[in-house]
Each structure stands twice: as structure tokens, then as C-alpha cells.
């Protein structure tokens, strides 16, 4: 083993070979995003109303995947890092219910908006706070906190639906998940501008990840925490900043959530954390920590929007989407493991 | 010692084995006689384990021949060479703690009718293997789990008796031994001879090797590089054969001075170890740790890095007592290598460029933003004067060699600008072209004024680049000496004592 005979690996070809791999490796989410599309497109040409592709129809797609994107981003985050939060979903919720509250309170926007990102902030910093300092494992925090969320939205709620009045609801809010074009862009791609928020956030998230000293660092823990300590990286405190980041984005989510449907309703909550979990993994993430990316999650969240929508379309039952979903999920799983298997026996 | 005769049990002959594009084993042959003790010598990595995992069953050779007591053996499996005599004593035993000494010693050969165990035919046979070890007052009804290591270990040997084996094998047996266990077990290993078993013996000790074993074989590179009887051989010849060249090639003299005291620490402790470890390292120094299996060197490492804790004790660094943490222990000068190159000194899935700056980021982050293409670079140096063999900064490190690993995690630490290195077994597992460079560079960096806590297990590279060497044994560091006034043997006696 110690004298094997090593290729010469400093020719520049194989530099530009492995760049061209890990380029198609990063597109590959993309990829599979394109495949569902232009398959649902050609479906519904030949035996749907051919809707599907209509500019209205992407609209409402993005606007509908929106919530779950920007939550799935902050998931991203979390998985890398090695970690996972189940309470995404009823903290989303909580979140909604926050501002449906605050809104009714007669608050200012302002506030009501500010004190919606405080409360999602509240909640991840908890998780990153009992994760780091009771090292108790992630999947159990979260599994505690997120029926502790969902009770404390109950209890906001009164134990029922919150419901806005129109007018206490400002323009701006109404028109971030609005499916019709906003006025402001007279050409395409006219799309809500809660959707272009998401793409900002995306684009910070990116910089985070591949940019930053954080982002270095959240892949060491999550590849190998005994390597990060040996380092010297602070994993209670980065652990904290990941967890608390996610949590903003998790109150993000809300707000999409609420401009959606102008109510909020905290039983809702219950199981979203699953779409975000699954958009990370059918972008290519890893639960084992150490693999995932903005693009593939931004692709993953956007496959399950678009199954959905494609299946309306076709008429196809609500059933057959949930069968497809989950078959997905396995399938990127399993492609994922294959390709990184035949990497390492490389 | 006992005059053997000259009757071969077992051998092997022309044994080849490729795994994927490696050739572990090209063309390896030995013998191994009744009544007496065949020692096999060879560095990590030069084939002693799969030569050995042939033999016991676990691999099949890919060409060669073997012959165990005039037939031709060639077993399907560990079960079926037991069944015909080979017994394997590994360093880590393979005991069931919950189980008996009896049940222990039977499993796997249990006598039954019907598929009822027959008690009184066990009974029987363990009184009677434990005689013959000279330990028939061990009481077969006692749990495994609750003996002592050297107990345990005769508990080994007497299932291997137990299967009527013709040849066993230990592998690094005094390990993790202490020292009148050692004795215990070579007394039980000459017992074994005259009972005309043939034994074949690895270990690094050459000294150990020397009390015990008759005659040896080298392996190098997975060839055979040399055999003979011992007593016509020097230790000095042996090394030379494992290593493939002249002893001062391999060890590189670089001259180097100390100076003032950078490290002082007293009355370290931990749970369970260290115990009460106090030391002191200069400038420019380079001190070996040396020690058996579990004697501490590891822990002392962790507790001064601030890997483990909590500890008590003072740590002084320059005469500061800093903070207990590897974020502070970093900023003070330290950087360690970690003995588990996989799990911890390295982070697999990762890239070079991410592993070798991971402990300090600083020069490239402005508000925490990084500029990549400057860490790029800066990797790219480190690679070239460390002769890392890599495609590019950005490959994963998972698909290194292991001397390109190890020289990845030695890069971090000179990265971030150590000036006491802690480097805990830093050549094991890596080829001897890669240690010949590590020794250089351990004696480079000593000319520069940093200081060096090199622990491992193999004498000959601590008495070779080591300036002093201190021995540990059970948590305690007992002595520590200037290297020229130790010798192997005293280093062993030290390594081995007890309270």
C-alpha cells in the first residue's frame, strides 16, 4: 500500500476535467428540475389544456414555492452543518400566527414584521443554544420545540384560525405573494416580488456559504466535528449563529405564509418541516452533514412546486403527487450515494 | 530458551496478493517449525496483517502455495483453518466479556448432542488446556469482562490451545501488557513450544523479539527484505531491512540548539489520565513521548490542546497561563497533529485548501468575507514546498495517499504558525519516503527555535530525532531523559512498570 506507483496528476488536462465534473456535479439538481418541467410541459400539450406553461402558471408556482425555498435555505444551513430541525414547521407557523396577531393588535407593520423576525430568531437561537450547551441531539431538541411552538401558537391563537381583516393588512404584504404581475415590471419575467426577495436571500445565503469564514466553518462541523475542535473553530457558537439564522428565515417563510393566505392557522404547521427537509435532500444535501447547496436546494424546493402544479394541471390526484414526491426523494437519494461512492473509489 | 527442532509445521510459499490496483503481497515465503518461535518484522503497511489474514483464512492468495503439517492448506474461511490448527492471538483481544472463561475458551467448538451443549465434556477440556498453560486455579466459571488484560489474554491463548491448534500466531501481544505480564507471556509462549506448537510472533520491539523468537522474517513494500536466525543479525541491520535504507538516510540530522523554557506544565491531570504530568520544553526542542498502548500520551496531548477537559494542573505557555480551549490554545502558539488522521486530523470530505487553512482563516477574511482566490494560493505554496501530490488545491482530501494526508494536516499546523507542535504519532501508516521527510522537517523546524512534543511508538525514529524522550506509563510521565542516555532497552523497562 505504501508503494503504489502514483499517476502523474499535475497535467492540466485532468484540472480541467474535474472542474468540468464538479460543474455538471453542481448543476445536477438543475438538471433533474429541467427534466420535471419540460416532462410536465410536453404532458400537457398533448393532453392537458396547455396551461402548464402559461407565464400565470409560473407565477403562481414561484409564489407557492417561495415560502418553502426560503425556509429550506435556512434548512440548508442546518444540514450542512450536520444538524436538522424539526421544528421548522411549527415555528413557521408560530411565526404567521405572530404577525396575524400583531396585525390585528393594530400594531404598526413595521413592528408587526419586526416582531415576526424576532420570534423566528427566538426559536432557532433556542434550538442552537439547547443543541450546543445540553448536547443533546439535534433531531430530539427539535422534535421537544416543535410542539412547544406549536402550543404556544395555539395558545396566541386562541386555539383557533386568526383571520385579518383587509384593511388591516398593508398593500405591500398582499402584493409580495400577489400571483399577478406587479405593476413595476412591464417585461418578463414579471414575477412577485416576494420572489425576488427569495432570490436576494439566495444570493446572501450563497455568499455565506461559499464566501465566509462562517460558511468554512459550518462545513467543518459538519463534515467532521472533532476536526472543526481541533481547529479551533467555536462549535457552540457557530452552531448558535446557523441555528439563529435559520430561525430568521424560518419568519420569512411566515410572512410569505400569511400574504399567502391572510390568516394563520397553527395546526398548518404540522409536517411543513418534511417539505423543507426534502427540498435539501433532493438538492443534493446530506443528513450526515457536509453536503448541500443553494442552488440544489432552490432546485429541490422548485421540483415539488412544480410536480404539484403539473399534476393540477393534468388532472392527476393529489395522492399520485405525494407517491411522486416521495419517489423522488428516494431517487435523488440513491443517486446522490451512488455518485459519491464511485467519487471515493476514484 | 529452548532448542528447537527443525521440523517445519507450517509453510508458505511464493504468497501474492493484489487488492485493486495495489500489490499487497509479492511473492512472500515462510516457514514456521514445531518448538519454535518465528518473529515477523515489518513496518505499518508492509504486509505483516494480510500475509497473516491469509494464513488465518480471512483472504485469499492470489498465487503461492501453503502447507500445513505435510498437507497442502488452502482454507475457505477463519472458521476452517481454526479447524485445522491455526489459532490467531490479536492485539485487541476477541474475548465476549459477559461470557465465562469456559464458555469463552469453547466458542465457536462447542461439543454437542443434539444441539444441547455437553458440560461435563467442557468442563474436561478447559481444566485441562488450562493445565497444561500452568493456570489450572483460574476459575472457568468467572466472567471474562472482570479478569485483567494479561488474565484475559491467557484465556486467548488457551481457546486457541483448546482447537488443537498447530500454529499460533500473535500479533503486537504486549501491547498492552504490563511488565510481568510480559514475562507471563513468554513464559507461557516456551511452554507452547515444547508442547511442539509452532509460533509466529510479530512485534516492533526488536528486543522483545530477541528474548523470544529464534528466527525472523523481514517484509518491506509487501516483499520479503530479508531472514535469518537472529542471533547472526544487529538491531541496527534489522531497521535498515524494514526501512529499504541506510538508517542515516532515513534520519536525517539537522543541528539544532534550545533555549529558554516556551512550554512549562505541572501537575497536569485528567480523568482518568494524564496523572499529575509535569514537563518542561524549550525552544528548539524536540521531545519524544514514548509509552505503551493506553499509557496516556494521547490524553497528555489532548489536555494540553484543550481537546479534553476538564483539567487541573498548570499549563504555562511563554509564562502565561492561558485559557483552556483549542481557540485559545491556537492563538497562544499551539497546533496539533491528531493520531486519527480520518477522524479527527482531517476532514475527509473536504478540500485541501479548506483543511490546510481551517485553523486560522484571518489572513483572508475581511468582515468575515473570504478572499478565496488569495487562500488558493497560499495553499498552492504550502503544497509545493511540502510536495503534496495533488491535482489541485481543491480535490478532496479522502482521495489523498496517506503520507499526502499527513502531510496535509502538518501543512495546517505550519500554516497557522505554530511554534509548539504537538504531533502525536505522525508517521504511522505513511511510507518511508514521507517519514524520511517528516524527520527533516521535525529538524528544521527545531533549527528555527519552535518545539516539538513528538509522540509514537516506534523507538527507533524517537531515539533518532528526538533530543529527549520521556517515557509514560499508566497516565504518569515517569522519567524523562536526554535521548543519548537512554537506551531500548531501558525504555521498554520504563514504558512496561507499574505503580
Redesign the interface.
Given at each position: 500500500?505504501?508503494?503504489?506507483t502514483?499517476p502523474d496528476?499535475?497535467t492540466p488536462t485532468?484540472?480541467n476535467v474535474?472542474r468540468f465534473v464538479?460543474l455538471l456535479r453542481s448543476l445536477g439538481p438543475l438538471l433533474a428540475l429541467a427534466i420535471v418541467v419540460l416532462g410536465f410541459a410536453i404532458a400537457d400539450k398533448i393532453v392537458g389544456q396547455g396551461r402548464f406553461s402559461e407565464m400565470r402558471n409560473v407565477r403562481v408556482v414561484l409564489v407557492l414555492t417561495a415560502p418553502v425555498a426560503v425556509a429550506a435555505l435556512g434548512m440548508t444551513l442546518v444540514i450542512i452543518a450536520g444538524g436538522i430541525d424539526l421544528s421548522a414547521g411549527t415555528a413557521a407557523m408560530l411565526c404567521t400566527t405572530v404577525l396575524a396577531c400583531s396585525l390585528n393588535q393594530g400594531h404598526s407593520v413595521t413592528l408587526a414584521v419586526l416582531l415576526t423576525l424576532g420570534v423566528g430568531a427566538t426559536c432557532g437561537l433556542t434550538n442552537g443554544l439547547l443543541i450546543g450547551m445540553l448536547r443533546i441531539p439535534p433531531f430530539i431538541v427539535t422534535l421537544g420545540t416543535m410542539t412547544i411552538f406549536l402550543g404556544i401558537a395555539k395558545r396566541l391563537a386562541q386555539g383557533s384560525t386568526v383571520f385579518v381583516e383587509r384593511d388591516r393588512i398593508p398593500d405591500w404584504l398582499s402584493k409580495l405573494s400577489s400571483t399577478m404581475p406587479p405593476d413595476w415590471i412591464g417585461i418578463y419575467p414579471n414575477i412577485a416580488n416576494g420572489v425576488w426577495l427569495a432570490i436576494l436571500v439566495a444570493g446572501l445565503v450563497a455568499?455565506l456559504l461559499n464566501?465566509?469564514?462562517?460558511?468554512?466553518?459550518l462545513?467543518?462541523i459538519g463534515?467532521?466535528e472533532?476536526?472543526?475542535?481541533?481547529?479551533?473553530?467555536?462549535i457552540l457558537a457557530t452552531k448558535v449563529l446557523v441555528y439563529s439564522i435559520a430561525g430568521v428565515l424560518v419568519g420569512v417563510a411566515g410572512i410569505y405564509t400569511f400574504s399567502l393566505v391572510k390568516m394563520a392557522n397553527p395546526v398548518e404547521g404540522i409536517g411543513r418541516e418534511l417539505k423543507f427537509i426534502a427540498a435539501v435532500v433532493i438538492g443534493g444535501g446530506s443528513l450526515s452533514g457536509?453536503?448541500g447547496s443553494v442552488l440544489g436546494t432552490l432546485a429541490g424546493a422548485t421540483i415539488m412546486g412544480v410536480i404539484a402544479s403539473g399534476c393540477d394541471q393534468l388532472g392527476i390526484q393529489n395522492s399520485t403527487q405525494d407517491i411522486m414526491i416521495g419517489a423522488i426523494i428516494i431517487a435523488a437519494v440513491t443517486l446522490d450515494q451512488y455518485r459519491r461512492r464511485r467519487?471515493?473509489a476514484? | 530458551m529452548s532448542q528447537p527442532t527443525t521440523q517445519p509445521i507450517l509453510s508458505m510459499h511464493g504468497i501474492e496478493k493484489r487488492?485493486g490496483?495495489?500489490q499487497?503481497l509479492k511473492g512472500i515465503s515462510l516457514t514456521a517449525n514445531a518448538g519454535e518461535t518465528m518473529a515477523l518484522i515489518g513496518e505499518n503497511?508492509?504486509g505483516k496483517s494480510t500475509l497473516m489474514k491469509i494464513l488465518s483464512g480471512a483472504h485469499s492468495p492470489d498465487a503461492g502455495t501453503m502447507m500445513l503439517d505435510g498437507q497442502v492448506y488452502r482454507p475457505r474461511g477463519p472458521h476452517e483453518a481454526r479447524k485445522v490448527g491455526i489459532a490467531m492471538i490479536y492485539q485487541e483481544l476477541s474475548l465476549a466479556p459477559d461470557l465465562s472463561v469456559e464458555e469463552n475458551i469453547m466458542l465457536g467448538q462447542e461439543r454437542s448432542h443434539f444441539g444441547f451443549i455437553q458440560k461435563s465434556q467442557h468442563q474436561l477440556r478447559v481444566r485441562h488446556v488450562l493445565s497444561l498453560l500452568g493456570h489450572a486455579d483460574l476459575n472457568p466459571e468467572r466472567k471474562v469482562g472482570s479478569l485483567s488484560i494479561g488474565t484475559q489474554q491467557i484465556v486467548e491463548i488457551a481457546r486457541g490451545l483448546a482447537s488443537d491448534a498447530k500454529v499460533m500466531v500473535f500479533d503486537e501481544p504486549t501491547s498492552s501488557l504490563a511488565a510481568h505480564d510480559v514475562q507471563e507471556l513468554f513464559r507461557l509462549i516456551r511452554r507452547l513450544q515444547t508442547q511442539g506448537l509452532a509460533i509466529v510472533y510479530i512485534s516492533h520491539f526488536l528486543e522483545e523479539i530477541r528474548e523470544i523468537a529464534h528466527r525472523y522474517v523481514v517484509l518491506r513494500?509487501g516483499k520479503s527484505a530479508g531472514d535469518g536466525l537472529l542471533q547472526d543479525i544487529s538491531n541496527r541491520q534489522i531497521v535498515s531491512m524494514m526501512v529499504g535504507r541506510n538508517v542515516d538516510e532515513l534520519f536525517p540530522k539537522v543541528p539544532h540548539s534550545m533555549g529558554e523554557t516556551v512550554l512549562d506544565v505541572s501537575g497536569l491531570s485528567g480523568v482518568p489520565m494524564p496523572r499529575s504530568v509535569s514537563l518542561k520544553l524549550r525552544s528548539g526542542e524536540v521531545m519524544g513521548l514514548f509509552g505503551l498502548i493506553g499509557a496516556g500520551r494521547t490524553e497528555t496531548l489532548r489536555h494540553l490542546?484543550g481537546?479534553d477537559g476538564p483539567s487541573s494542573g498548570s499549563v504555562l505557555i511563554r509564562g502565561r497561563q492561558g485559557r483552556a480551549t483549542?481557540?485559545a490554545?491556537?492563538?497562544d502558539g499551539l497546533g496539533?497533529v491528531?493520531e486519527d488522521r480520518k477522524?479527527?486530523?482531517?476532514?475527509?470530505?473536504?478540500s485541501i485548501v479548506?483543511?490546510l487553512?481551517?485553523?486560522d482563516?484571518k489572513p483572508y477574511?475581511k468582515l468575515?468575507?473570504?478572499n478565496?482566490t488569495k487562500r488558493r494560493k497560499e495553499a498552492d505554496r504550502w503544497m509545493k514546498t511540502l510536495s503534496i501530490?495533488?491535482?489541485?488545491p481543491?480535490?478532496?482530501v479522502?482521495?489523498l495517499?496517506?503520507?499526502n494526508q499527513q502531510k496535509v494536516a502538518i501543512a495546517?499546523v505550519l500554516h497557522q504558525d505554530a511554534t509548539i507542535l504537538l504531533l502525536d504519532e505522525p508517521t504511522r501508516g505513511?511510507?518511508?519516503g514521507t517519514k524520511a521527510e517528516i524527520y527533516q522537517w521535525v529538524g528544521e523546524l527545531a533549527a528555527k527555535g519552535k518545539s516539538i512534543l513528538f509522540v509514537s511508538s516506534y523507538l527507533p525514529e524517537l531515539m533518532a530525532v528526538c533530543d529527549t524522550i520521556g517515557v509514560m506509563a499508566k497516565g504518569r510521565l515517569r522519567e524523562v531523559r536526554p535521548t543519548h542516555d537512554w537506551t531500548q532497552s531501558e525504555l521498554l523497562s520504563v514504558a512496561v512498570s507499574t505503580d
Open positions: 500500500m505504501t508503494n503504489t502514483e496528476l499535475t485532468t484540472v474535474s464538479r455568499i464566501q465566509s469564514v462562517v460558511g468554512r466553518q462545513f467543518a463534515s467532521s472533532s476536526t472543526a475542535r481541533l481547529c479551533g473553530v467555536n457536509g453536503h467519487r471515493e476514484a | 487488492f490496483a495495489t499487497a503497511g508492509a513494500d490542546m481537546l483549542p481557540q490554545r491556537i492563538r496539533m491528531s477522524g479527527e486530523g482531517l476532514s475527509q470530505s473536504m479548506d483543511n487553512t481551517l485553523s482563516l477574511s468575515g468575507l473570504l478565496l501530490k495533488a491535482r489541485s481543491l480535490q478532496s479522502s482521495q495517499s496517506g503520507g495546517r505513511i511510507d518511508v
